[in-house]
Structures are given as C-alpha cells and as structure tokens.
C-alpha cells in the first residue's frame, strides 16, 4: 500500500515556474513508476509525465516538452515536476500517482495502469 501526498501548487504569472512535488510513503515505492497528470476546469484529466522505476526512462506529454522535467530522489521518497515557462493553459489540479510494482524502465503515459493516487494540488497561470 503506497500513499501519496503532492505539495508546491499555488498561482503563478504566465512565464514563471513552480515546483511541484509528490512524496510517497511505503517500502516498495522504489518499485513503483510515478505519473503526473492534470485535470483542467471542464476537461478530461491528462498524462503529464511520468519516471521509471529506475529514474532512466522518464516521458511528457508534447504540450509541455522542453519546459517540464521530472525527477526522483530515492533518499527522500520523492518526485518532482519542475515546470517552466508556464502558460495558463497549463493551470490545472496536478495528481501524482504509482504504477507497480514495474520494470526499472517503463513508465505509462496513461492513467490506466496507475493504482494509488494522491489528492492533487492546483496550479493557476494567471497576470
């Protein structure tokens, strides 16, 4: 049983950044891949990103290419998305979540697979 609790969401310009965090309790968690998707008021909710077991596969979502980037530090049972150059179209509730257990490198794009959720944190882009 995993459980898993996101922090850093708040309101931030367009153009800023904010770092958002997803620190999970349970031994095995080092098994797991982590999965950061997002719900947009009125929307479906979509992948964002998500990492490996291992930290050696990590993927996005074509929207946020080349201005997010995942990570994982193993000594704090964490995942970190750091988001840049924020747009609004990327406010949202942020969840993260865990697949697993899985191979060292592979992680899903797709809510399916994913088991254990957390309760999300909003992340508002606005001037």
């Known amino acids: 049983q995993l459980r898993l609790v996101e922090s850093g969401g708040g309101l931030v310009q367009p153009g800023g950044s904010l770092r958002l965090s997803c620190t999970v309790s349970?031994?095995?968690?080092?098994?797991?891949?982590i999965g950061w998707f997002r719900q947009a008021p009125g929307k479906e909710r979509e992948g964002v990103s998500c990492?490996?077991?291992?930290?050696?596969?990590?993927n996005y979502a074509d929207s946020v290419k080349g201005r997010f980037t995942i990570s994982r530090d193993s000594t704090k049972n964490t995942v970190y998305l750091q988001m840049n150059s924020l747009k609004s179209e990327d406010t949202a509730v942020y969840y993260c979540?865990?697949?697993?257990?899985?191979?060292?490198?592979?992680?899903?794009?797709?809510?399916?697979?994913?088991?254990?959720w957390g309760q999300g944190t909003p992340v508002t882009v606005s001037s």
């Open positions: 979540a865990a697949d697993g257990p899985n191979d060292a490198y592979y992680c899903s794009g797709s809510e399916g697979p994913y088991d254990y």
């Open positions: 349970g031994f095995t968690w080092h098994l797991y891949a």
């Open positions: 990492i490996s077991s291992s930290g050696g596969r990590t």
